[in-house]
């Protein structure tokens, strides 16, 4: 190759090699042709203002459902806590008088109940919750205002018929003290010689007053007395007892209980023993009482009659007449929050 040649052809190589400069130039033009058909997304950038929009929002959501949460969880608790008041309201008070504290509601128990009007605002509460309409004279006694222990009866005498009968045998008491006969009437026992005193000889209740010595007697007739017909006749045979205690016994607290209520079906089918007719004769006894002056009117009637009907409550009842081991409990129960003392 003669020397023109080689000198053609190095000027021809050395116009094909590129340089640098002529590679960053090429790749300029592909960047913008590049450019030109797809154009450059722009990033997407959220602005402070929507942020705290979008955050405001989500906490509203969260404090809306959890005031809802909380709301139902109240009324829930609510219901709760009514169902809970009425139970133990409707437990506790049943058909008695409601004890609400005001002076109002005080002095309108007062007009309901046979307590005196002069007793003090807390023994007309606890009355009226568990003394029914029993009466005393509030210038001689005050109520006790809670139930006794048994040894309170170690000084206490039973008088009367078979309910009395009934109520000590299934009273649970460990000691107690009771003259009584089944079918007796106050002017009965004044002269059948039915009783004893430790067995050693029988003799009549007047004799048997004279001969014991309590401070407080518990007297029960009236419900044999019912076929009288005739509660005048009743109360001056009553008095009778009542009277010799009174003599015998001028210290002693006695409470005279009133007729327990007869069973629906009893007291339907036998007029001369009805309900009707026990509530007026309890009438007569309360007359009495208040007439002495120092007698113990005690409503027992009161926690055996049921409030709807005014008859006995049938699961405390056996035969219509006589009530049952769990009703002569429950009557005994009573009379152990029904407790006065002496001034």
């Given amino acids: 190759m003669d020397n023109h040649t080689r000198e053609e052809n190095g000027r021809e190589i050395s116009k094909n090699i590129k340089t640098p400069a002529d590679y960053s130039s090429e790749r300029d033009k592909i960047r913008e042709k590049y450019e030109k058909k797809t154009p450059k997304k722009k990033k997407r950038r959220i602005s402070v203002a929507s942020a705290a929009i979008t955050v405001s929002f989500l906490v509203v959501i969260i404090l809306i459902v959890f005031l809802i949460k909380l709301l139902a969880d109240l009324e829930d608790k609510g219901i709760k806590k009514e169902e809970e008041t009425t139970q133990v309201d409707t437990e506790v008070i049943s058909s008695r008088v409601d004890t609400a504290t005001d002076e109002d509601t ?18 007309i509460r606890y009355a009226n919750l568990h003394m029914g309409d029993s009466w005393y004279n509030s210038d001689i006694y005050s109520a006790v205002c809670k139930d006794v222990e048994d040894e309170y009866f170690e000084d206490v005498c039973f008088i009367g018929d078979s309910r009395t009968m009934g ?33 050693d000889y029988y003799t009549n209740i007047l004799n048997i007053i004279e001969s014991v010595d309590y401070d407080i007697f ?7 007395e019912l076929g009288y017909g005739d ?12 009277d ?53 009117y005690l409503d027992i009637a009161s926690c055996m009659r049921d409030p709807e009907t005014g008859a006995a409550i049938s699961e405390y009842i056996g035969d ?6 769990d009703g002569c409990k429950e009557i005994m129960k009573f009379i152990r929050g029904a407790v006065v003392e002496k001034k």
């Avoid at 219509?320 to 081991?325: E, I, N, R």
């Fill in 106 to 123: 005080t002095e309108a128990t007062r007009t309901s109940t046979f307590i005196p009007d002069d007793a003090s605002a807390d023994e």
């Fill in 231 to 242: 509660s005048a006749k009743f109360i001056e045979e009553l008095k009778v007892v009542i």
């Fill in 244 to 296: 010799k205690i009174r003599d015998c016994h001028p210290g002693a607290i006695i409470y005279v209980e009133n007729v327990l209520p007869m069973g629906q079906y009893y007291s339907d089918n036998n007029p001369g023993f009805s309900n009707s007719r026990a509530l007026s004769y309890n009438e007569a006894l309360r007359r009495m009482c208040q007439e002495y002056g120092d007698l113990i």
């Fill in 167 to 199: 109520l000590l045998e299934y009273s649970v008491l460990p000691r107690w003290h009771g003259y009584y006969k089944v079918g007796s009437t106050a002017a009965a026992a004044c002269v059948e010689r039915a009783y004893t005193i430790d067995g």
């Fill in 218 to 224: 518990y007297v029960g007739y009236g419900t044999n």
């Fill in 320 to 325: 219509g007449l006589h009530y049952t081991p």
